[in-house]
Structures are given as structure tokens and as C-alpha cells.
């Protein structure tokens, strides 16, 4: 069966410090992936996603990244975060379109980003 | 462009009363629907999907959602409702080939 592993599950990081967040997922090849945050109070707002390795397509422009170095690797980063990165950030997986054009995301646990 | 409206933030209800949640979409694609649901700090969990055939969806958990396609509608529903059901809703419809579009969420609270 597919998992899907975020970390860490919490983190609490200074404004203009550096961040990385990895999440992988197992049991399945050449998924999407994709990174949601999740504001205080709001619903869920895509910052990337991934078709695949080295594939990244940025969905608003921030103060984010995103990489992909393997197939089921994905990570998101920061040079200097701000206090408005804070949030709750999810990875998701799916089956890609060739093999399922309707399947549903599949998310991970999440990680609570506090910027103090 | 794709998009859904939670018509309400939060629900509150009692112990083992019927409950629905309201979404409509926005839709000028195939229209693939889904709800989630997500726990107290953890992700989202599939609740049900509608993808094509019957209009109603059953998912786990004892929920149902009917989907109406004249009134681009796709609401929840649990006719008995438990403590254990209280959590935040998401709806979302299929945003192009590759993503998914989320509404803002509807936090259920169930009261004993």
C-alpha cells in the first residue's frame, strides 16, 4: 500500500531564517505531488505541484520554493522566512492522469510552521 | 476557472441530529467532486467522490452527498451525527488536469 511521510510534524523558526521541508511518499512510482498551506481559519491554497523529477509548477508567487530531486521526493524551502509563512503546510500525492484522471489527492500529516 | 463556495464557516449541531453541509461549484470542465474531511492537526482524509453515474454518493463513516447539477451543487449529509464526527469539511472540484480546488472549509462541532 502507498504512505505518504511528512516532516518534521512541527516548527517553530525566526523570521530571515532558512527552511526545509521534506515529504515523501512510498509504495507507488512517478506520483504527483503537491504542497498546500493552510492559513489560520482558511482553506487550502496550492503553492506547487510536480508531474514529475525536476518538474515544478508554481502556483502564487511567494516567498517559497519547491524541488523534486527524486521521484518520490519533494521539498520546500526558503532563503529567509517571513512571520507570514506561517501555517499549516500539506503534501499530497495522487496517481498520475495516465493511470487514474480522476483520483483523489491522498495528504500527508502536516507541518505546523510558526515564524516568530 | 474552477472554484467552490462552503456557504457556511461552521456548524454546530447535537449528538445524533441530521446535518448537512452546503457546497456549490464552479465548473467549466468535466466535474469531478469531492469531500474531505481533516482532524485536529492532521491532513485531509477522502471522504467520497463523485466522478460520473448515480447522483448519490455514499463515503465512509455513515456520509452521503448528492450531487445536483442544476443547481452546481454538492452537498453533505449524515442523518445521526457523533461526537467523534467533529472536524473541518472540505469540498473541492477537479481545477484542470492536474489540481484540485478547495473551498474554505466548514468547522462541524457537535454538541452532547
Known amino acids: 500500500s502507498q504512505t505518504i511521510h511528512q516532516w518534521p510534524a512541527t516548527l517553530v523558526q525566526p523570521v530571515g531564517s532558512p527552511l526545509s521541508l521534506e515529504c515523501t511518499v512510498e509504495g507507488t512510482s512517478n506520483p504527483n505531488l503537491y504542497w498546500y498551506r493552510q492559513a489560520a481559519g482558511r482553506g487550502l491554497q496550492l503553492l506547487f505541484y510536480?508531474?514529475?523529477?525536476?518538474?515544478i509548477s508554481s502556483e502564487v508567487p511567494q516567498n517559497l520554493s519547491a524541488s523534486r530531486p527524486q521521484d518520490r521526493q519533494f521539498i520546500l524551502s526558503s532563503k529567509k522566512l517571513l512571520l507570514s509563512d506561517s501555517g499549516f503546510y500539506l503534501c499530497?500525492?495522487?496517481?498520475?492522469?495516465?493511470?487514474?484522471?480522476?483520483?483523489?489527492?491522498?495528504f500527508g500529516n502536516g507541518t505546523r510552521l510558526t515564524v516568530t | 476557472a474552477q472554484s467552490v463556495t462552503q456557504l457556511d464557516s461552521q456548524v454546530p449541531v447535537f449528538e445524533e441530529a441530521p446535518v448537512e453541509l452546503r457546497c456549490n461549484y464552479s465548473s467549466s470542465v468535466s466535474v469531478y467532486l469531492f469531500w474531505y474531511v481533516q482532524y485536529p492537526n492532521q491532513g485531509l482524509q477522502l471522504l467520497l467522490k463523485?466522478?460520473?453515474?448515480?447522483?448519490l454518493v455514499k463515503g465512509i463513516n455513515g456520509f452521503e452527498a448528492e450531487f445536483n447539477k442544476s443547481q452546481t451543487s454538492f452537498h453533505l449529509r449524515k442523518p445521526s451525527v457523533h461526537i467523534s464526527d467533529t472536524a473541518e469539511y472540505f469540498c473541492a472540484v477537479r481545477g484542470g488536469a492536474q489540481k484540485l480546488v478547495f473551498g474554505q472549509g466548514t468547522r462541524l462541532t457537535i454538541n452532547p
Open positions: 510536480s508531474v514529475g523529477i525536476g518538474q
Open positions: 463523485y466522478l460520473s453515474g448515480s447522483t
Open positions: 499530497a500525492w495522487r496517481k498520475t492522469p495516465t493511470w487514474g484522471a480522476n483520483s483523489p489527492l491522498h
